[in-house]
Antibody, heavy 119, light 106 residues
């Protein structure tokens, strides 16, 4: 059974940093691209970043470029999102998702972790 | 960015057929996917590449369309289908989602 378990969320002040983790199991982690998708309270979904199966390529939405860094440790089957210079508009639930390598849909999602950016 | 437009809400009775639309501001080929999200839960993939049923999803769900106009159909609707349904395109950069259609049962 595919499982994705996020951790690391919480309350953080504007301008500070936070690192999210996503532990994967139930599939061969290093065969899949992985992504982070966020959802602001009572809002829709927004793709944040994607990393290729081997970590060689990363992609970001414009609003997080230069502030967020997606990475992975295939030996540990773990995905990360380093979030720096956080803003109030980054407040959201962050989901880790497995991304289909060919058509880029998200076939499995974690339960999500809440990040609140507030002073 | 490619804007995906969905109607905000629908209400149907159990046993009926419902169609949820998603219109893209520019062509997305067949790279349109559908998700179901129940309150307090993560999204779940229903349909990928416009018309392909995801693993474990009941055959009551189906998808159609190409280019800019897509439809998710549920037939027949069951009480458990109460949820918000999102479309997502992966043809244009960045990937974008629709705002969601909230399906309520009468």
């Amino acid at each position: 059974e595919v499982q994705l378990v996020e951790s690391g969320g919480g309350l953080v002040q504007p301008g500070r940093s936070m690192k999210l983790s996503c532990a994967a199991s139930g599939f061969t982690f290093n065969n899949y691209d992985m992504a982070w998708v966020c959802q602001a309270p009572k809002k829709g979904l927004e793709w944040v970043a994607t990393i290729s199966y081997d970590g060689s390529s990363t992609y970001y939405r414009d609003s997080v470029k230069g502030r967020f860094t997606i990475s992975r440790d295939n030996a540990k089957s773990t995905l990360y999102l380093q979030m720096d210079s956080l803003r109030s508009e980054d407040t959201a639930t962050y989901y880790c998702a497995r991304q289909d390598n060919n058509y880029d849909y998200f076939d499995y999602w974690g339960q999500g972790v809440m990040v609140t950016v507030s002073s | 960015d490619t804007v995906l437009t969905q109607s905000p809400a629908l209400a149907v009775s159990p046993g009926e057929r419902v169609s949820i639309s998603c219109r893209a501001s520019e062509g997305v080929n067949s790279y349109m996917h559908w998700y179901q999200q129940k309150p307090g839960q993560q999204p779940k993939l229903l349909i990928y590449k416009a018309s392909n049923l995801a693993s474990g999803v009941p055959a009551r769900f189906s998808g159609s369309g190409s280019g800019t106009d897509f439809t998710l159909t549920i037939d027949p609707v069951e009480a458990d289908d109460t949820a918000t349904y999102f479309c997502q395109q992966s043809w244009n950069d960045p990937y974008t989602f629709g705002a969601g259609t909230k399906l309520e049962l009468k």
